[in-house]
């Protein structure tokens, strides 16, 4: 008897895990329902992209013709209102040969809070930078100096208004939710139920009854004679609103320090100040910087509620510009998508840049 | 020391700002008080669930305008739960193109400001829907149109009441027995499924119901005619503005708090619960969601809040909620003050009364600590 060597079958190749065909396979194809599902919503695409193709890019007139537009209404979209009506929306009644004036101020502005946001500037001359640039923004919005000829507050408008009341107003709530927030955790009864109380009625109003206060109420509150610029009012509003959300963020992050971090610098002698300056605050703030971004960007989208009370920012100017023209009227959608896009955009780079933050801070905490 | 100064401060301030108010209004012959509430309002509301008319105090008005507010409130509640739930149970789900497109919705959503939202909406309603002669219509029943939207509804009478108060009936009586399920579950770990009863009881309970109140068969049915839609029930396109507004872009909010809520949920739960033989359906329901629950609850509690509070800006479509109003009567009336006052007191019931059901329920999930 011989033995022969008879070799087992071979074994199939591994199934391929990576690269495109695998990842349909397991991503959209799993199983039936996965499947049925992708299926559907594949046949959805395929209806609605090209229609969505030809109305917004195919058929649409780019030209400021309202005559071009009006013939292609409900099939292609009116770009051209954009094209005609941009310096109007995006500048509110600013006067239109000074319109380089906003240009460049908000600019600058835009560029400081960019550069704000890159680590290696984290210095303190960045608050003088601050300063100033605000300073020069003042200056180059309303004139009056070095031969700018003066614009008054309530001709601001579009979104150099909008950068405006979101950054002021973020940059004067930080500072003061910090104090109402170490308020509320205070041991003096007296400054704690002032804080309580201050935090709880403006979480429990909505921004426009604020809004409402501060536009119809605020010149009652003033002593005869004496009346405050529109524009001071509501950002103030603004301020004192967002700043009680915010204290609640920092109160998050206060409670979060162990209290033998306090009892320790009890022991080491240090006054209360020295130890929320030193030990709880550093510590508190760097916790809950993702939620103070997410409140920044909420901040950012309710500058748009000063439409209300009159005031054109972004919102409020595209609809001054459209509302008394009966030629442009019509297009008002593709106005609105306009202003969408730049909301989108701001609001969109402030919660990717958060998420950035985020992961520097856990970057600290992990091993 | 730091205390008597900050009383003396607070109370100065108070003092200044009530004075300059006392004063302003002498000087330019403001009345005040809310003895104006009693008068005749003299405009009409488009859009009331109690009969109203403009020769009706400013009181009643105002009471209208928080009615409506509550109405698109609480509808708003219950859709934005749904949807916003969907779209972050969405999020896991094994299908790459649901999850993409739940991550789109929720970054377009809530990237873009609510007011902005609804003012688009309602140009949509206003510009896109056909005139009410040629509304869109579903089998003869359902209209969509610039007038708003009309469906048939129940005749009012004593026997559709026989069918609501079956209904509550057949609500109460199912949770009850989803209390007793539970708890015998708990001591005999022979789990009854009490999703399928549960409904069995509750329509067992509006048949009844229907039964006892004489089987009312008359519905108001909405009838297109040449100029407007007939008949029915109605809501007006503000309404829907702002109705589908807050409820897309709450959602999309919601949807981050249930997907928070999963992820904290550790993995090693699913796996014990897994190696203890519970079935996928079964982990979800008995081991994830409870605890994700305590975790989705809070930030859940402050959409609410949220979606209520952003109700206000209705006053840019013209909804009649309660901001409007009052912001109507403040323009006729003159008394800034006491409107205002209205408005943030409105508001502030409802968000302290909400916050407080909602301790009390947090108090009741909380796990038990030493």
């Known amino acids: 008897m011989t033995q022969h060597f008879v070799p087992i079958a071979a074994r199939p190749s591994p199934v391929r895990t990576r690269g495109a065909v695998p990842w349909v396979r397991t991503h959209l194809f799993g199983d039936l329902r996965s499947s049925i599902t992708s299926v559907f919503l594949l046949g959805l695409a395929i209806y609605l992209l090209p229609r969505l193709y030809s109305w917004g890019l195919g058929n649409a007139v780019f030209s400021a013709d309202a005559q071009a537009c009006q013939n292609m209404r409900g099939v292609g979209a009116c770009w051209g209102v954009v094209t005609e009506k941009y310096r109007l929306i995006l500048l509110g009644r600013f006067p239109f040969e000074e319109h380089w004036r906003p240009v460049l101020a908000t600019s600058m502005m835009l560029a400081a809070l960019v550069v704000s946001c890159i680590r290696a500037f984290w210095k303190p001359w960045l608050a003088l930078v601050w300063m100033s640039v605000l300073a020069v923004f003042f200056v180059l919005m309303g004139g009056g100096v070095f031969g700018l000829s003066r ?31 170490l308020g509320r955790r205070s041991h003096l009864p007296a400054i704690r139920s002032a804080c309580i109380v201050y935090i709880e009625l403006v979480r429990g109003v909505p921004l426009i009854s604020v809004l409402f206060m501060a536009s119809f109420m605020f010149p009652l509150f003033m ?12 950002v103030v509003g603004i301020t004192l609103f967002a700043a009680a959300y915010m204290a609640e963020i920092v109160r998050g992050g206060l409670q979060a320090i162990p209290r033998g971090q306090l009892e320790a610098a009890d022991t080491l002698g240090l006054s209360y100040w020295q130890t929320q300056r030193k030990i709880v605050l550093p510590q508190a703030l760097a916790m809950v910087v993702p939620s103070i971004m997410n409140n920044f960007i909420s901040i950012f989208k309710d500058t748009s509620l000063v439409t209300i009370v009159s005031m054109y920012e972004l919102t409020g100017a595209l609809s001054l510009a459209l509302n008394s023209d009966v030629n442009w009227r019509p297009f008002k959608i593709e106005a609105y998508l306009f202003i969408t896009v730049i909301y989108f955009l701001f609001c969109f780079a402030m919660s990717r840049y958060s998420l950035w933050v985020e992961k520097q801070l856990t970057a600290s905490k992990g091993r | 020391m730091y205390q008597a100064l900050a009383i003396v401060l607070i109370g100065l301030g108070v003092w200044f700002l009530a004075h300059n108010t006392q004063e302003n209004m002498r000087i330019r012959g403001i009345q005040s008080g809310f003895d104006f509430l009693r008068a005749s309002a003299g405009f ?10 403009p020769s009706e105090s400013y009181g009643k008005a105002i009471w209208v305008g928080v009615l ?14 749904v949807l916003g739930v969907l779209l972050g149970v969405g999020r896991f789900s094994r299908n790459a193109l649901v999850r993409g497109l739940c991550y789109s919705y929720v970054e377009l959503f809530r990237n873009v400001p609510i007011l902005l939202q609804m003012l688009m909406w309602y140009l ?3 510009e896109v829907l056909p005139a009410p002669g040629e509304a869109w219509n579903l089998a003869d029943l359902f209209y969509l149109s610039k007038d708003g939207f009309a469906f048939p509804r129940p005749l009012q009478g004593t026997g559709y009441l026989m069918v609501l108060i079956g209904l509550v009936a057949g609500v109460l009586l199912a949770w009850l027995w989803r209390r007793w399920a539970l708890g015998a579950f708990k001591k005999t770990g022979r789990l009854l499924k009490p999703g399928w009863p549960m409904l069995g009881i509750v329509l067992v309970g509006v048949v009844a119901g229907w039964l006892a109140g004489g089987m009312p068969t008359q519905w108001a049915i909405p009838e297109a005619g040449r100029f407007m839609i007939e008949g029915g029930g109605r809501v007006s396109p503000e309404f829907m503005a702002v109705l589908i507004s807050l409820t897309f872009y709450t959602a999309a909010f919601v949807a981050e708090v249930v997907r928070g809520g999963i992820q904290s949920v550790s993995l090693g739960q699913k796996e014990a619960s897994a190696a203890l033989g519970l079935a996928p359906r079964q982990t979800m329901k008995l081991v994830v969601l409870p605890q994700a629950m305590r975790v989705i609850v809070p930030p859940l509690t402050n959409q609410y809040l949220n979606l209520t509070k952003n109700s206000s800006l209705a006053v840019a479509v013209g909804y009649p909620d309660v901001v409007s109003i009052a912001n109507t009567t403040l323009n006729q009336s003159g008394r800034a003050v006491e409107c205002v006052a209205i408005i943030m007191l409105v508001y502030l019931t409802t968000s302290l009364s909400t916050s407080l059901f909602m301790n009390a329920y947090n108090k009741r999930m909380a796990i038990p600590e030493r």
């Open chain 2, 124 to 126: 949509l309603f206003v």
């Open chain 1, 223 to 234: 002593p005869q004679g004496v009346s405050i610029d529109v524009l001071v009012r509501v």
């Open chain 2, 44 to 53: 009409d509301i488009g859009e009331t669930l109690i009969s109203f008319s």
């Open chain 2, 68 to 81: 409506n507010t509550l109405r698109v409130a609480l509808i708003g509640i219950v859709l934005t739960t």
């Open chain 1, 151 to 181: 614009v008054r507050t309530d001709l601001w408008g579009g979104l150099p208004l909008t950068v405006l009341l979101a950054t002021v107003s973020i940059f004067l709530a930080f500072p003061l939710s910090i104090a109402v927030a």
